[in-house]
């Protein structure tokens, strides 16, 4: 499992910069500023979070931990949540789709699954032996 969450991680990473760069240079030919930076927002805690799973991925190599595969779930479907919500809005809107309300009611569980992610992080470092 650990390589998996390794192997995920380093794909979320490169997709973060990816996406950086995307909403740095093509997004604000296509959205409002405000947009722009929805959409930085979901970047940047796909980032932090790709860091938080390369941690999970290497303590699960040391000592293998229920509570740490769980946390690394967490944070993909957080990422998944969170930020796709966030994309997904920010292309709704520069497109006029109307029903934009619904799609923003998925970003908090997906801040949910964040820090279940970090409390599941803890309960793992802790029960380290």
């Known amino acids: 499992m650990s ?3 390794l192997i995920v991680a380093a794909i979320l990473g490169g997709v973060s910069v990816v996406l950086g760069a995307f909403a740095a240079h093509g997004l604000k030919k296509i959205v409002p500023a405000d ?5 930085e927002t979901g970047v940047r805690y796909q980032f ?3 860091f938080a799973l390369l941690v999970v991925g290497i303590l699960l190599e040391r000592s293998p931990s229920q509570s740490l595969v769980w946390a690394g779930y967490c944070f993909i479907a957080g990422v998944l949540l969170f930020s796709g919500s966030l994309y ?3 292309i709704l809107k ?4 109307v029903g934009l309300l619904k799609i923003g009611l998925i970003t908090p569980v997906g801040g949910l699954f964040f820090v279940a992610g970090w409390i599941l992080l803890l309960i793992g470092i802790i029960k380290r032996s």
């Not at 947009?35 to 959409?39: E, G, K, P, Q």
């Not at 520069?94 to 789709?97: L, Q």
């Open 3 to 5: 390589k998996t969450f």
């Open 35 to 39: 947009s722009i930076t929805t959409f």
């Open 48 to 50: 932090y979070h790709t």
């Open 88 to 90: 997904l809005l920010t």
């Open 94 to 97: 520069s497109t006029g789709t």
